[in-house]
């Protein structure tokens, strides 16, 4: 284990902007944990309106970007889907990866030193899977 | 709207290259590197998978009627949008790949929610008739694609029409 990696125990939140969230018809987009070094923040270093604060200046850019939420995950649980897999019908063990990645003075991005990525994008059905078993907490920038 | 076709050039190198024409009055079309990119990898059979391309960005009849209003709102904020840090803007070859595989589809007569990712790339998603998940991310050069009812995620490459036929197979 990594001196970055971050253990078990971690809780993470993930934004969740309308490029990824279809509302009207409630899908997710199969990138939300699906593309590798998918952004998180971890709410072992900042409180959720620190980071709901860091995420509005980041990623709520109307018309551009809408930031509509964020879901809540912990290291351990996307470990044990992992441990879990099954891909086209037999098992396929992965291991998830998360460390720690704070970010300071990145041009047009808030400091966060929060910031952290999962190592490698999740399958397709792994991300359905999960998101299945997320709901959403809605956010209103101001 | 402009409309263009593929042609096949001989063989040349590593494949055979394909050189887009407009057809709508014959004159030369500046064509963008990453089309040439894109001509460049792709084979005798894209021809019949890309027979049209619309090259500013006007989704096809079948593409626009399959996303629907609200798919089809989305996808103007996408085309319009200025991406955000570490995004890419909409990919026109993944609006072509995914209008080629739209255009294979017998029955459009569900409601797809339409995503873009960071790269770029249009992305479909939707539940079939037994609510199982269908997911289908349209690269410059193939489809990954994920269905549910048949436990299965893989890619293939978007010249590859078999391949690709095989996935509309199992759509229904």
């Known amino acids: 284990m990594s001196a970055d990696e971050l253990p078990e125990e971690e809780v993470l939140i993930r934004a969740i902007t309308d490029r990824l969230y279809d509302e009207r018809k409630g899908r997710y987009s199969s990138e939300v944990f699906g593309k590798p070094r998918t952004s998180v923040s971890r709410l072992a270093i900042l409180g959720y309106d620190d980071i709901v604060r860091i995420f509005c200046s980041d990623l709520h850019r109307p018309p551009d970007s809408t930031l509509l939420g964020y879901v809540e995950i912990s290291v351990g649980a996307l470990k044990e889907y992992g441990r879990n897999f099954e891909s086209n019908g037999k098992p396929d063990r992965r291991q998830i990866i998360v460390e720690a990645k704070p970010v300071f003075k990145e041009i047009g991005m808030l400091d966060n030193p929060a910031h952290a990525e999962i190592k490698d994008g999740l399958p397709r059905s792994m991300n359905k899977e999960i998101l299945r078993a997320l709901k959403m907490t809605s956010v209103e920038c101001k | ?172």
């Not at chain 2, 770029?120 to 009812?149: A, R, T």
Request: charged letters at 25%; hydrophobic letters at 35%.
């Open chain 2, 1 to 172: 709207m402009t409309t263009v076709i593929l042609r096949e050039f001989p063989e040349w190198e590593r494949g055979s290259a394909v050189e887009f024409e407009n057809s709508v009055n014959g004159d030369d079309y500046s064509i963008s590197p990453i089309f040439w990119g894109f001509g460049y990898k792709l084979g005798r059979e894209v021809k019949e998978v890309l027979k049209s391309i619309n090259v500013n960005d006007d989704l096809d009849p079948q593409t626009t009627e399959l996303l629907g209003a609200d798919g089809m709102a989305r996808y103007k904020r996408f085309q319009e949008r200025s991406p955000i840090a570490g995004e890419a803007s909409m990919s026109k070859m993944s609006v072509a790949v995914m209008s080629a595989f739209v255009s294979r589809l017998t029955d459009i007569s569900f409601e797809p929610s339409l995503f873009l990712t960071s790269s770029g790339n249009l992305e479909l998603g939707w539940e079939d008739e037994g609510g199982f998940s269908v997911s289908l991310e349209f690269y410059p050069d193939k489809i990954e694609y994920y269905l549910e009812k048949h436990e299965f995620e893989g890619e293939v490459r978007a010249d590859n029409i078999s391949d690709i036929q095989t996935i509309v197979s199992k759509l229904g």
